[in-house]
């Protein structure tokens, strides 16, 4: 059974931080962060290999968010930093079905309910 859970999300100001949570996650598996605004698709944010030694991260957020992971508590994190607007949007946690990592929505077999982040200037 995989039912992973996503938490942090909120209205924040241009600037500020948040840090969202994505619990029971499993250590076996590549996890990666999505997120989708009102009337558009499914964008790729980050991801993070089984071990957590290697991440990846889409043009727009590079440098500004980090994924990191706590395999101990089945947990992934997103830091995101330095907010912007067009941050805006519900933000998923996703289970991939490779090991060392895959920034290809088709990799994701399982997904969270998501989380809204609302960013305003």
């Known amino acids: 059974q995989v039912q992973l859970v996503e938490s942090g999300g909120g209205s924040v100001q241009a600037g500020g931080s948040l840090r969202l949570s994505c619990a029971r996650t499993?250590?076996?598996?590549?996890m990666g962060w999505f997120r989708q605004a009102p009337g558009k698709g499914r964008e790729f944010v980050a991801s993070?290999?089984?071990?957590?030694?290697?991440?990846a991260y889409a043009d727009s957020v590079k440098g500004r968010f980090t994924i990191s992971r706590d395999n101990a508590k089945n947990t992934v994190y997103l830091q995101m930093n330095s907010l912007k607007p067009e941050d805006t949007a519900a933000y998923y946690c996703?289970?991939?079905?490779?090991?060392?990592?895959?920034?290809?929505?088709?990799?994701?077999?399982?997904w969270g309910q998501g989380t809204q982040v609302t960013v305003s200037s």
């Open positions: 996703a289970v991939g079905r490779t090991y060392y990592g895959t920034d290809r929505l088709g990799d994701y077999i399982y």
């Open positions: 499993s250590s076996s598996y590549t």
């Open positions: 993070i290999s089984a071990s957590g030694s290697s991440t």
